[in-house]
């Protein structure tokens, strides 16, 4: 069939599938079935290619910021914005870009990618740029061992045929730069001594951080102060303010500005860049901020371990009615046991004022054992927030929630205020 | 008058530690100091000396790499280890060092990694991971729950008694109905989740043994477990 008429097809069937409310995912099944190769002979066919981003943390993230910073660069992007991070994603997201003839008008695509997921996608569509994040234990009920996961961004660092962005303060993820094949270059983004210690592995859980390495970083994030950061790039220091909070997402700021970078080479414009990461906003749940009732409501979205643990380190209780949400769908980790690899010790001076979700005792036992006091404790996540507004309506709260806990609460606060949507 | 003390060592928390193994040690920790004793904890890795004043041992899990690292040490630990089991000290052992303490670990590439056999059990990797939550029952300490992950497919010698029998999940190795295994004050499982916050009667008794052992009586505290005791009322509801 030609082009154009599966095009054609794949957006009227996108159309009539949202009409109906459904799912993303749909009509890149459709697409499938008819033309498999329309996905990869779209996106091989842009002058810069393929960027996938990977990783266990910071993903959705990390691709807005990279979107955006490659926008500032002139670039036209294309994105799985809606963060259908797997292949058929892809294919729906683009069905929603290109036009009746079957024409993406973009020179990149940037696609965030889980690591399963992404080891197919690059196996047919091979990427010419690759953006490591980190391998943390984030259900490992899915995914098996960590290094399963490791070898599985491995991989995709296999496939890449341009340029692999590591992180070189990831133990599993430094290596691969090792066992690139001919031809695959490979760039770091890092911390500075003083930061490094801020970000533990699921290694160094319970052990002091191992500090020695030796690869050059094209970025690095020398420090933080409270709406700065500072980057140590091309052999100087640059200040930029930020809208984005909390360590990590910084971090991760600079896993984009090194990955941009290396994809502007000669249209390389230092000074928009920089502007453009200032005005960056987080993903939806990665620290958010809305209103309600005159003050601020911040959703922190956690996952595992090491990003509930920076997380409390990013943001402070102090002065903010603190709430927890864990449920354990399938898509938050059906395995409580990373609730004790978080040490809940920076909430022992305030409490927390209430605890919801499926898993909400889990969490409260949890807390017990930090001897940090537990306010309230429903699994019915709409009346937590219900108790949380009615009981502390002049404090501005926090919401640590897991992934489908999240989308809850944004339902029940679409309700009651304005709440960004999302497609 | 100075506290009675309790030793707590844990074993290769560097190799061996993942699925929220903190929260067994840090509950017995907890429980402990709320029944009245003061604990000392120590950590044990590939290379340390071992300390002569253990009074609980804990052991978690680790991937095969994991496993690989604490292989020889574990060995030259064994007659120690032996020793202090066969003297009734308490231990606990989760997922890979309770496969540790069985005769061998197969590994899916057919490379054997030695146990020290505390346990009269051997381990082989079996063709899929084993995943979810699981309820098992023990005469003891009622039903336990919490969540199993694991390749090895243990089994158990006729000598051996199961920690439990299973009510739901797969266990030991999905086939003859048992979980864990038990010798003198020794218990190995692949239960997680963390295993003791919600089930505080496994925790208990092991202090109880301890205390027995060491001071000749124990008077437990009643400790408030409404947490633990809703979150097995939940978890017990949980599909696999």
Known sequence: MPKPHIAAIGKVVRHVTRLRGGGSAFPGLVIEKIDPDFTRDTLTSLPYGVVIISGTNGKTTTTKMTVELLESQGFKVFTNRTGSNFARGVTAALLADIDYRGNLDADVAVLELDEAHAVKFVDSIPPKYSLLLNVMRDQLDRFGEIDTTAGMLAHIAAATTGTVVLNREDPRIAPIADILPEGTRSEFFGLSETLRSKFPSDDDLHRTVNSTHTRDADVILQRIDTNTAVFHMDNREETVQLKLKGVYNIYNAAAALALTRTIAAERYNKKALLSALSEVRPAFGRGETLTLDGQPVELVLVKNPSGFRLALESFAPDGYATMIAINDNYADGRDMSWLWDVDFDSLRNLGVAQVGGVRAYDMALRLQYDEVEVVDVTTDVSKALVNLRNKYPTQPKRIFCTYTAMLKLRASLGKITEVERIL | ?240
């Open chain 2, 1 to 240: 008058m100075t506290k009675r003390q309790l030793t707590i060592v844990q074993l290769y928390p560097d190799d061996m530690n993942i699925y929220g193994d903190w929260g067994n040690v840090l509950t017995l920790k907890k429980r402990a100091e709320w029944h009245g004793f003061d604990v000392e904890l120590i950590d044990y890795n590939v290379g340390d000396t071992f300390p002569d004043n253990a009074d609980i041992l804990i052991g978690g899990g680790g991937q095969d790499s994991g496993q690989l690292k604490v292989q020889a040490d574990l060995q030259k630990l064994a007659p120690t280890l032996q020793a202090l089991a066969d003297d009734d000290t308490p231990m606990l052992m989760i997922c890979g060092l309770y496969q540790l303490f069985g005769r061998f670990f197969k590994t899916s590439k057919g490379q054997i990694i030695d146990g020290i056999g505390i346990f009269h059990a051997e381990t082989h990797a079996g063709p899929e991971r084993l995943i979810g939550n699981i309820v098992t029952h023990n005469e003891q300490f009622g039903d336990i729950i919490g969540y199993e992950n694991h390749s090895g497919q243990t089994f158990i010698d006729s000598d051996m008694q199961p920690l439990g029998t299973i009510v739901r999940g797969a266990g030991n190795n999905g086939q003859d109905e048992t979980e864990g295994c038990m010798y003198r004050n020794v218990i190995g499982t692949y239960l997680h989740g963390s295993l003791l916050p919600k089930n505080p009667a496994i925790a208990d008794a092991l202090i109880e043994e301890a205390a027995k052992k060491k001071f000749g009586d124990f008077t437990p505290t009643v400790i408030e477990d409404r947490f633990a005791a809703k979150a097995r009322e939940v978890a017990l509801k949980r599909p696999r």
